[in-house]
Every structure is written in structure tokens, then in C-alpha cells.
């Protein structure tokens, strides 16, 4: 090669990126804005003491020491942790159901995927009003249904043991995606897999334990993560239902989670620091959590192409 | 040149339709399967399921059940929203009392028609401007071999990871340092710089076109800026509709951000608006609880008929993002 086709091989190549970096741009300028400076200035605030009025004050630790103090955050921790627990397993089991039931239905499946998917499309606040009142404690629909079969329903929106629980009901109508995740990874598994299982003698459990499950686990585990991040920063059908101007009937310390603790103290007290600290705690027990289920998952999920064909 | 098969055509040959030629042959050749392929695929693979017609009659059974649990709580809202004050709550399908009266004093409660005017705004500029931003640089990702492309793609996706509480602060800091607190522009101007999630889902799109095609269109003269916008944008339709479809949900739904940045409530968005009428007809003694019921459904149905609309590209999204990276 001539020096001389090296050379403009060479200005085509810097070209090239130039053109490359005028589309990245948009997110070039938006990762810095939006991404990198908030991490790093939320990062110094949360050694701060800043009311948004006044200039940030270095307090070093003290909002990190003060966390610990603060009977609230242990509150809130404990609310989200447990709301979570159960509401992910609960959402798992149930989408899984429902998806089970959708990959036979044959030619219907169509139609019930629509009913299943449609309560995801309510807006969050449309569903925290709609638990307020089917929920409702002396007139709501799921007591009266109850009360057909003889059950008195607690007061799922009053009675703080009974809130989470009512939450977690609640959720459970809004699993529709989840539903549509894990139909499509079971109409994904190869046919001839459950042929061959059943050649060798396999019957319903043993094939749903030995083919369904391994095939269909990266989607499982899929859904175990994201919705275990959504839990962790529950916030808008609790806060609609229990928080807000004017809202003084409610004992709601069963419904403080997280996320609405650190909305109240940024931007309701300006505890802009604080709240920052508090940012960050949320940050290092969604990574902790992630990283375990990350570990578990990989003894449990199967994903194609590991094992020799 | 060679021919791209669309993906699952069929390999029998009186099935092919007649090859495409002339100068965009390969662009015809591309396209998603249609609704009756996917049937038939999906029909082949689920020949194992035909069992029993009693296990197929359980299977129905439950699913009516089920389908009768998830829909009430929707049927209930619009029925809900036709009954006087006092018979809200008697859970009857069917309003003893029929009356239009609630959708009347809702009007002239809040200013819906506002709060919808502001949501549509917020929602549109929101959802076009990311869209239109991500494929850009989903585009730069995806067409363009340069150094350190892999470090910061890994950055893009790192980015994801990050709970949105961490940079919630200093960007309402951001904000209002520029004044904008109290209007619209936090609802939708961050979206001018793309988001990590649709980048992801349209890189791993455009990864998929052919690259001969843009190759060819090089040679003809065609800008970097033509390649991308009249040939590679047309190809990710499908891609660029699921990115269009999950932002206006995720816009028209999100209560937070309104919560953040509107104050005076000329400025609500609908979702801003149902919990500022939760606070006063809800909690604040007064238990106009059929104002609220009747805000809720005109909220919701908006929502149905982006569903409708876009029902297919939704579901199709849903069961393929994130889920093979």
C-alpha cells in the first residue's frame, strides 16, 4: 500500500468517527447533564446540609450517621423489603399461572393475553384509587365478594397488618407484561424437546420440571430482577392511596416506603441532603440485591448454547 | 444480488413471491412477518399442546374466570361513573340510576380538558423527541466502527442500572437553576438526549439490517445524515413504533415527575390532576368519591386506545426487549 492510500485511508477512518460522534451526541450531552454530574454532585450533597435556599453546607457523615437514628428509615427499609418479598414471588407465580394457561388455549389466547395485558395500560393513580375503593374496608367489592363465602374481609386501606397485603392484591392485576414475557419464551421451546421427553417415558411434572422450566429460566430470572428494582422503588399507587395534602385519616406508616420517605424529605421537608444520602443507600441495596440474585441465577437459569449440542 | 428471506419464510418454493428487482430490491425483500405467519408458526410449534378436549375445557374455563377477575375492576370504574353520589358503592354492574351528571361536574370541577391538553403536549414532545434522539444514537452505535465504542455502549448500559432517585435531586436542581420549575419542559426536554433502554432495543434492531444495502447507497452518494434518515429510520418501523408506544405509557402515566416540577394547577397533567382531586374530594373531608371514579376513567381511556392501536407492537415488544441481550 502507498503511503499516499494510507493517508487517505487514514482521513476516511477519522471521518468516520467524527460522523459517528455527531449522531452520539445526544446522548454524549445528555450522559453528562443528566447522568454524570447529578451522580457526582448527589454524591457531594449527601455530605451536605441543603435546603435548596440556602448554599449546601459540608456536614461530612452526619446525614449517613443520622440515617441510622432515624426510626423512619428503618421503618421504611423494613416496608419495602417485606412488600417486596412477597410481591415478587406472588407476581412471578401468578404470571407464570396465567401464562401456563395461555400457551394451551390455542386459538383464544389472543383474546385473554388482551384482557390480562389491558390493567397494565391504567395509569398507576387511576389503580391506587381503584384499591382505595374495591378494597374499601366496609362497602368495597372484594369484601363484599368475600362476604358471599362467609368471610368477613379485614380493612384492607385501614388496618396497618393488612395494607401490604391489599397492596400486593392490587399489583397482582397489573401483571400483564410479565404474562406476555413468559408466553412468548414457552411458545419458544422447541417442540421436539417435549417429543423426545416423552419417548423416554417423561410425564406432565416431570417434563414441566426437567424441559419447561430449565428452557423458559433466563425469562423467569428476567422478570425476578426487574420487577425486584420496581419493588425496591415502589411509589405512586401507595403514595396516591395513602399520601398527599389533606390526607390526615389514614395511620399510613404500613405504607411509608422507601422511595416515598425519600420524595417526602427532598422535596416536601428540602431535606435536600439528606435525601441524598438516602439515594444512595437505596443504590448500594438494589446493587446488593441484584448481585445475589445474579450469583444465585447462575446455577439456576439455563441459557441455550452453554451445553454442547 | 443477493436475496435477504424475510425471517420464517417458508421453504417451500411455490411460496416465495416472485424475487423483487431494480435498485431497491433488497429494501422489499425486508419486512416483519405478518399476523397470519406468526399464527402459522406459532401453530406449528403448539401442535404439542392439542391434548385432551376436557384438559382444553378446563383451560378455557379458567381462563373466562381469570379474564372476568381482570376486567371487572375496569367495568366497575365506568359503571361506577355513571351512578348518583349515593349509589357508588352499592356494586351493581348495572347503574340503578343512570346519569351523565358526574361527567358533568368533574367538568366543571377540575379543568380536565387542561390537564388532557398538557398531558397530550407533554406526551408528544416526549415521545418524539426520544424516539427520534435514540435512534440517532442507536444509529451511531450500531453503523459506525470507532474506538471505544464497546466502553461506551457498556456505559449506555450501565446507566440503566442506575435507580432514577440518585439523579432525581440534581436534576430538579438543574431545572430550576434554568428557571423551568413550574412549567412543562422537565415533563419531556430530558427525552431530547435519548434514553438508555430504547438505544439498547434499537441498536440490537439496526444491528439486524443488511449492511450491504448502506454500503451500496455510499457508493451512489448518499449522506451519512440520507442513510440514516430515509433508509435506515423506513427499515426500523417496527422498532421505532414499540419505542413510540412505551413512552407515551410511561408519559401519560408518570405522577412523579409532575408531583416534582408542576405547582400551580393550570399546569397539571392528568395523572398530577387525579391525585390533587384524590387530596380534595378523597381526603379532605368532602368524599366526592364519584368525581374521582368519573376523572379515573376519562384518564384510562386514552390509555385503551393507545392499547388498541398499538396492541400488536406492544405485545411484540414486550415479549422481545431485554429479554435476548
Not at chain 1, 212 to 232: D, R
Request: aromatic letters at 14%; charged letters at 15%.
Amino acid at each position: 500500500m502507498t503511503p499516499e492510500r494510507q493517508r487517505s485511508r487514514r482521513r476516511a477512518r477519522r471521518r468516520n468517527a467524527a460522523s459517528a460522534f455527531l449522531f452520539l451526541s445526544p446522548w454524549l450531552i445528555g450522559f453528562g447533564v443528566f447522568t454524570a454530574w447529578p451522580i457526582l454532585y448527589s454524591a457531594y450533597l449527601s455530605l451536605t446540609d441543603y435546603d435548596v435556599i440556602n448554599d449546601p453546607r459540608f456536614v461530612g457523615f452526619e446525614n449517613y450517621a443520622q440515617l441510622f437514628e432515624d426510626p423512619k428509615i428503618a421503618l421504611a427499609i423494613g416496608n419495602t423489603l417485606l412488600f417486596t418479598a412477597l410481591q415478587v414471588p406472588a407476581y412471578v407465580i401468578v404470571s407464570l399461572m396465567l401464562a401456563l394457561l395461555l400457551d394451551r388455549a390455542g386459538r383464544s389466547a389472543g383474546f385473554f393475553r388482551t384482557i390480562f395485558f389491558l390493567p397494565k395500560m391504567t395509569p398507576p393513580v387511576a389503580v391506587g384509587i381503584l384499591f382505595l375503593l374495591l378494597f374499601n374496608g366496609q362497602n368495597g367489592l372484594i369484601n363484599t365478594v368475600l362476604g358471599w363465602f362467609g368471610v368477613a374481609g379485614p380493612a384492607w386501606t385501614t388496618d396497618p397488618a393488612w395494607v401490604k397485603p391489599g397492596l400486593i392484591l392490587m399489583s397482582l392485576w397489573t401483571v400483564g407484561a410479565s404474562v406476555i414475557i413468559l408466553l412468548a419464551a414457552l411458545q419458544d421451546v422447541p417442540t421436539e424437546l417435549y417429543e423426545s421427553s416423552k419417548l423416554d417415558g417423561a410425564g406432565f411434572w416431570r417434563q414441566s420440571i426437567s424441559v419447561t422450566l430449565p428452557m423458559i429460566s433466563p425469562a423467569l430470572f428476567f422478570i425476578i430482577v426487574v420487577n425486584t428494582i420496581a419493588g425496591l422503588q415502589t411509589f405512586d399507587e401507595a403514595y396516591t392511596a395513602f399520601f398527599g395534602s389533606g390526607n390526615t385519616t389514614y395511620s399510613n406508616d404500613a405504607a411509608l416506603f422507601y422511595v416515598i420517605y425519600l420524595f417526602q424529605q427532598a422535596f416536601e421537608f428540602l431535606h435536600m441532603g439528606y435525601a441524598s444520602a438516602m439515594a444512595w443507600i437505596l443504590f448500594a441495596i438494589i446493587m446488593a440485591i441484584t448481585a445475589v440474585q445474579l450469583i444465585v441465577s447462575r446455577r439456576l437459569v439455563y441459557y441455550e448454547g452453554e451445553a454442547p449440542k | 444480488m443477493s436475496r435477504v428471506l424475510p425471517p420464517g419464510a417458508p421453504d417451500r418454493p411455490y411460496e416465495i413471491e416472485p424475487v423483487p428487482t431494480g435498485p431497491l430490491a433488497t429494501l422489499d425483500a425486508i419486512r416483519v412477518p405478518d399476523r397470519r405467519e406468526l399464527r402459522r408458526r406459532s401453530d406449528a410449534g403448539a401442535a404439542h399442546r392439542r391434548r385432551k378436549p376436557i384438559v382444553r375445557a378446563l383451560v378455557i374455563a379458567a381462563l373466562v374466570i381469570l379474564g372476568v377477575v381482570f376486567a371487572y375492576p375496569f367495568v366497575w370504574l365506568v359503571s361506577a361513573s355513571f351512578k348518583p353520589r349515593g349509589e357508588v358503592f352499592d356494586n351493581k354492574l348495572i347503574p340503578e340510576t343512570f346519569t351523565l351528571e358526574n361527567y358533568v361536574t368533574v367538568w366543571q370541577e377540575a379543568p380536565l380538558g387542561l390537564w388532557l391538553l398538557n398531558t397530550l403536549i407533554v406526551t408528544v414532545l416526549a415521545a418524539v423527541t426520544v424516539t427520534i434522539s435514540s435512534a440517532m444514537v442507536a444509529w451511531g452505535f450500531s453503523y459506525f466502527r470507532f474506538r471505544g465504542r464497546g466502553a461506551l455502549f457498556g456505559l449506555v448500559l450501565a446507566s440503566m442500572m442506575l435507580p432514577g432517585a440518585v439523579t432525581m435531586i440534581p436534576t430538579f436542581l438543574i431545572w430550576n437553576a434554568l428557571g423551568f420549575v413550574g412549567t412543562l419542559v422537565p415533563l419531556w426536554a430530558g427525552n431530547l438526549f435519548g434514553s438508555a433502554f430504547y438505544i439498547f432495543l434499537l441498536r440490537q434492531f439496526m444491528l439486524g439490517l443488511p449492511r450491504d444495502l448502506f454500503e451500496a447507497a455510499r457508493v451512489d452518494g448518499a449522506s451519512q445524515w440520507t442513510l440514516f434518515w430515509r433508509i435506515a429510520l423506513p427499515l426500523c418501523k417496527p422498532a421505532l413504533a414499540v419505542t413510540l408506544v412505551f413512552e407515551v405509557q410511561a408519559v401519560w402515566t408518570d405522577l412523579m415527575r409532575a408531583l416534582i416540577y408542576l405547582r400551580d394547577s393550570s399546569t397539571f397533567t392528568i395523572p398530577r390532576g387525579l391525585k390533587s382531586l384524590v387530596d380534595a374530594f378523597g381526603f379532605g373531608g368532602e368524599w366526592h368519591w364519584e368525581i374521582i371514579v368519573t376523572a379515573s376513567v376519562i384518564a384510562t381511556i386514552p390509555m385503551i386506545i393507545v392499547f388498541f392501536i398499538g396492541q400488536r407492537q406492544i405485545i411484540q415488544g414486550v415479549s422481545t426487549s431485554g429479554l435476548k441481550g
